[in-house]
């Protein structure tokens, strides 16, 4: 296999800014707030599991999958920025502390799959990343190196995600209120963005910005 650090160095850059492992971190710590740290490394276990299946049969099919189910890329984006936008709204009016008291069940609090699996690690600008990525390096190679950095960028947000509970006592449950607060209007933002992406996709809403 031959090695192309040039496209090495350029997929990892792509696929890092997409994710944003950074940003992603205290988006953990919110959504597990309160929880125990074995619960947490549950959590971002499978949320990493999770996402990089998704992104590897997304690199392995690529478009034929949505084509196969008749979507389009367009349509992901409005679905998934629909779905997040609940999301943040429940982080802003603290929907989820409220319904985490009524709910004893633990696999019912558990946002592994959703938001942080899908769409918040493996979201449309992920899967679209990695199926431009894949396409620019057709072939095994490709996706050996497409795949390899995917995988160093999930080891990246794995160890953010595992170390949330040193986050979180930083933070204070005062701090993890007003982040949760501020990244819920940050994710409703994000959410509307994807839609709007996806709506001028389709040739609605070219007008806006």
Known sequence: MIIDTAFLITAFVTMFVVIDPIGLAPLFVALTQGM???????????ACLVAIAILL????????????????????????GALLFLTALDMLFERRSKRRED??????????????AIP???GPGAIASIVLLVGQRPGLDGLVMVMGVSFAVLGIVMALFL???????????????????????????LSVQFILDGLRAFGF?????
């Open 57 to 80: 049969i997304f690199a392995l099919f690529g478009d034929a999958v949505l084509a196969f189910a008749g979507i389009s890329m367009a349509a992901f984006r409005v679905s998934g």
């Open 36 to 46: 125990s740290f074995a619960a947490r490394r549950k959590i971002a276990v499978r």
């Open 205 to 209: 809403a070219s007008g806006l910005g």
């Open 120 to 122: 918040l690690i493996a």
């Open 163 to 189: 170390s949330s509970a040193l986050i979180e006592r930083a933070l204070g449950k005062t701090g993890i209120t007003v982040i949760s607060r501020l990244l819920g209007m940050l994710l409703a933002a």
């Open 103 to 116: 709910q004893t069940e633990e696999e019912h609090n558990d946002p592994s799959v959703f938001p942080l």
